[in-house]
């Protein structure tokens, strides 16, 4: 994929990128084989839902485990689902996504800048 342009720093500034730890996986009824993802990012934000997440992981490897994810693009409806938020990663090799994580714990909620 080739580069894109560059942005003003506000534009990246207006972005809500947060730490949060996934407490619940379940299958989501979607077209495209997803999970429906509850995500923890503490007393202040609260769990949101994501679901668009291609099942590149088994459902008990990602209970726990801390993600990234952008908090403020809104809701988008997914089939009868919902997602309030997304989760980052990148393409892996094999075409799977492989998600964002943190390398240490974290506070919930904590923000990426």
């Known amino acids: 994929m080739a580069p ?3 942005v003003d ?3 990246f500034d207006a972005l809500d990128i ?3 730890r ?3 996986v379940e299958d989501a009824q979607t077209r495209k084989p997803t999970y429906k993802l509850t995500i923890d990012f503490g007393h202040e934000i609260g769990t949101k ?3 668009g997440a291609y099942r590149n992981y088994a459902k008990e490897a990602l209970l726990g485990k801390t993600v990234i994810c952008v908090i403020n693009f809104g809701v988008k409806k997914m089939g009868p689902e919902i997602s309030e938020v997304l989760v980052l ?3 892996h090799e094999a ?4 998600y964002l994580t943190t390398e240490q714990t974290v506070p919930l909620g904590a923000a990426v800048f």
């Open 9 to 11: 720093f506000a534009q």
């Open 22 to 24: 996934i407490v619940r």
């Open 18 to 20: 947060r730490a949060g």
């Open 89 to 91: 990663g990148v393409a």
């Open 95 to 98: 075409g799977g996504t492989i």
């Open 4 to 6: 894109k342009p560059p």
């Open 49 to 51: 839902i994501s679901c």
